[in-house]
């Protein structure tokens, strides 16, 4: 089931039409992340869909696919863009875990691009998907990012973030936290 969720979800964000995306990857001593992400406008305001994996030296591993609105808020030239859209999250881990899960969250992202500080951009997203979309070991699935990115060139970010991943599982109702920690990273824009 783990194989078929990742296959499934590369092959639909790969068909996705697109005319502009973006490679987003980061890590820190204990986990790694690695996305690629197509608009289908190079617009603020367009469709975005977004396939990842990452993998933690607790040996978890979560695919996700998922696929947003993203657009500027409010007046146009607003320092502020926002997205909301879904996306599936598939987990794997071994070990004293043992999950096998996918859920269906729902969430949102921001990104604020600060008019007096040129090349900085702050944001994140979170996710959430209750019990009712949860299914296999998990109850609820909550997936949490932010960042500080800076624009080294025009079409090159680095960033600092943050990434935190629960799941409370169905059998204990405990809450485990699946990945959790401070990250490096870039994000590279291409045409």
Same mark, same amino acid.
């Given at each position: 089931?783990?194989?078929?969720?990742?296959? $499934?979800?590369?092959?639909?964000?790969?068909?996705?039409?697109?005319?502009?995306?973006?490679?987003?990857?980061?890590?820190?001593?204990?986990?790694?992340?690695?996305?690629?992400?197509?608009?289908?406008?190079?617009?603020?305001?367009?469709?975005?869909?977004?396939?990842?994996?990452?993998?933690?030296?607790?040996?978890?591993? +979560?695919?996700? +696919? #998922?696929?947003?609105?993203?657009? =500027?808020?409010?007046?146009?030239?607003?320092?502020?863009? $926002? &997205?909301?859209? &879904?996306?599936?999250?598939?987990?794997?881990?071994?070990?004293?875990?043992?999950?096998?899960?996918?859920?269906?969250?729902? &969430? %949102?992202?921001?990104?604020?691009?600060?008019?007096?500080?040129?090349?900085?951009?702050? #944001?994140?997203? *979170?996710?959430?998907?209750?019990?009712?979309?949860?299914?296999?070991?998990? =109850?609820? +699935?909550?997936?949490?990012?932010?960042?500080?990115?800076?624009?080294? *060139?025009?079409?090159? %970010?680095?960033?600092?973030?943050?990434?935190?991943?629960? $799941?409370? *599982?169905?059998?204990?109702?405990?809450? =485990?936290?699946?990945?959790?920690?401070?990250?490096? &990273?870039?994000?590279?824009?291409?045409?």
């Amino acid at each position: 089931m783990r194989l078929h969720f990742l296959i $499934a979800g590369v092959l639909l964000a790969v068909s996705t039409a697109s005319v502009a995306g973006a490679l987003d990857a980061n890590l820190n001593n204990d986990s790694a992340r690695l996305a690629l992400s197509w608009m289908t406008s190079p617009s603020p305001n367009s469709l975005e869909a977004e396939a990842a994996i990452y993998y933690n030296t607790d040996s978890v591993y +979560v695919g996700t +696919v #998922g696929v947003r609105v993203v657009g =500027e808020t409010g007046r146009q030239g607003n320092p502020l863009e $926002a &997205g909301v859209g &879904g996306k599936l999250i598939g987990i794997t881990a071994n070990g004293d875990r043992n999950i096998d899960a996918f859920a269906l969250g729902l &969430g %949102f992202a921001v990104r604020y691009y600060p008019v007096t500080i040129n090349r900085l951009a702050i #944001g994140g997203q *979170l996710h959430y998907a209750p019990r009712i979309v949860s299914f296999g070991d998990v =109850e609820n +699935v909550f997936e949490g990012m932010a960042k500080i990115e800076y624009q080294v *060139l025009p079409q090159a %970010f680095a960033y600092l973030g943050y990434r935190l991943l629960k $799941a409370e *599982l169905g059998e204990s109702g405990r809450t =485990e936290d699946l990945d959790e920690g401070v990250n490096v &990273g870039m994000r590279i824009l291409f045409q």
